[in-house]
Nanobody
Framework: VQLVESGGGLVQPGGSLRLSCAAS????????MSWYRQAPGKERELVAT????????NYADSVKGRFTISRDNAKNTVYLQMNSLKPEDTAVYYC?????????????WGQGTQATVSS
C-alpha cells in the first residue's frame, strides 16, 4: 500500500490550496479515506473523511464550510480542497486509509505534505 500526498505550499490567509493523495497497492474504491493534520507541538487530528463511493463526508468543526474532501475512484485519488485558509490551518497534512484483510484492520499513512498559511 502506498499513499502519496502532494499540493502543499505557502499561501496567504484567505487563500486556497488543493491537496491530492494518490493511492496504490489496494482496491481504492472499497475503502473510506481520511485527511489528518498535525501542527507543530500538537497532536495529529482528523480533518475530513469520505466513504468508499464518496456518498458521505464528515468534517472537523474547525474546517466545516471551508474544506471539501472528494475522491476519484477511477484515478485512485482523494482530494482536499482548502479555501479561506487561516494561519491556524498551518500543518503537515496526511492522508490515511484503513484496510481490512482476513479480519485484520491495518492503517496506512502517507508521508505528509506541508501547508503553511502566512502573510
Amino acid at each position: 500500500v502506498q499513499l502519496v500526498e502532494s499540493g502543499g505550499g505557502l499561501v496567504q490567509p484567505g487563500g486556497s490550496l488543493r491537496l491530492s493523495c494518490a493511492a496504490s497497492g489496494f482496491t481504492f474504491s472499497r475503502y473510506a479515506m481520511s485527511w489528518y493534520r498535525q501542527a507543530p507541538g500538537k497532536e495529529r487530528e482528523l480533518v475530513a473523511t469520505i466513504t468508499s463511493a464518496g456518498a458521505s463526508t464528515n468534517y472537523a468543526d474547525s474546517v466545516k464550510g471551508r474544506f471539501t474532501i472528494s475522491r476519484d475512484n477511477a484515478k485512485n485519488t482523494v482530494y482536499l480542497q482548502m479555501n479561506s485558509l487561516k494561519p491556524e490551518d498551518t500543518a503537515v497534512y496526511y492522508c490515511k486509509t484503513r484496510t481490512v484483510v482476513g479480519g485484520s484492520a491495518l492503517d496506512y499513512w502517507g508521508q505528509g505534505t506541508q501547508a503553511t498559511v502566512s502573510s
